[in-house]
């Protein structure tokens, strides 16, 4: 059975017409923003629609389905697998003005919003009241609601609080003959049978458009301490030994474990206080947090580890943030190196640095090959590896290909996944056999089927 696209046609200049009399704002001009990801790709979006409403999302939904037009879900266009990326001539439907704050009920930590927020702009609403959002994410500062529910954004407090999928109360979402969903509990108990509103979250915006969220926000930690430390010698004996103490010192206040290896950290540049990256071999970023002083967690930690470690605290708001600029500078660094084969995955704590290993021992010597670097939420078992490719040399499809084969072979092997947490996307999906059985794929197929059966809804993605 295919899900992909079977009727879609292209967009045509009556179309524009038609749409303006179904959303107010309906743009065919300045639309590189849409048309363009942060890392250079060019899509063919020929129409952005802007709703303001459940109802405008509704009708341009309608329409393009009776026409055969498909449709790219547009976020805040932070994504890393290509996810905005039209192959064919497509309308953007972008939730960017449906950005309210609906309500924040401060007894129960839910805040109900509308999903073009930007999560920074609700991170900091919910401040106000002592509440957070139980994920964090480098991109805060444009990435959307919508967008992290689409994706089931992981990110850097997985460790503490678990996938997003597991705070979210109710959604509303909107599919693609134009039918709305109300699936919004209030209660977060709520066993009614079938939990419908899942299969929204982590379907990139396939199934329907997620326009309404309801989230349980936990408390927000007025103590927080971070440390950075360097440490040399081995992944195991060192990076896992060291977040084995964390966990046994820190505790249910540890909530965030991230890694970058020597590699990463010498491209980063100098660590805080001196310590030589080049030669450390790894550079661990622990935080803890708490209703209560969280700094003697961290002391009582750095005194476990061996005398050789070097490390440095930041417990005000300034230091921290320097230091947690160190750790998410490193995929910036590497963007800008050259293009990057980004891999993120997920393996068994024990496996998870060989995979680097032996991608270095295999490819590091090619002159196209620039730098090898892993580093990630090791907390969780996620491993960024990225490999930034020489500009100088042109894309090699049977290098990228191979490499491609090696990581998620050995993925396979060990019964890691493909994706932790970027999604699937355009980029992914020929390596979803790597992490899913044919009769899985079979049924995912079939649900999309289902749900969105002209295949109007990001065609060509996330579902194989
Ligand atoms: C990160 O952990 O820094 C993000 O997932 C982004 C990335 O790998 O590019
Ligand atoms: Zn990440």
Known sequence: MQAGPCILRAVRPSDFKNL????????????????????GRTSNIKVVARPRSVHEVSDVLKYCNSSGIGVTVFGGNTGLVGGTMAERSEVAISTEFMNRFLEIDVSSGIATVETGLILQNLQERLAIHHLTTPYDLGARGSCTIGGNLATNAGGINFIRHGPLRAHVVGIEAVLANGDVLDLMSKSRKDNCGIDLKQIFIGSEGTL????????HCPSLHQYRSVALISLKGDFTSTVLETLKKAKETIGESLSAFEFIDGEGAELVGP??????????????????????????????????????????VGSDLESMSKLWHYRELLPVKMASLGHNLKYDISLPQRELYKLVEGIRLRYANRPDVLKIVGYGHVGDGNLHLNVALDPQFERNPSLESDMS????????????????????GRDKLEQLFFSKPTVVLEYTRALKKMLDPNGILNPGRTIL
């Open 271 to 312: 660590l805080p206080s001196g310590m030589d990256p080049k030669y450390s071999g790894f550079a661990v970023l622990v935080e803890a947090s708490g209703s209560a002083s969280v700094s003697d967690k961290i002391e009582n930690f750095l005194e476990q580890l061996p005398d050789s470690v070097e490390g440095v």
């Open 20 to 39: 303006s009399a179904l959303c107010a704002d309906i743009k065919v001009r300045d639309i590189e923003r849409y048309t363009s990801e942060w890392f």
């Open 405 to 424: 084969h090696s990581v998620y072979s050995y993925v396979s092997e060990c019964g890691g996944s493909i994706s932790a947490e970027h999604g699937i």
């Open 208 to 215: 329907g458009i997620i326009t309404k969220a309801r989230i």
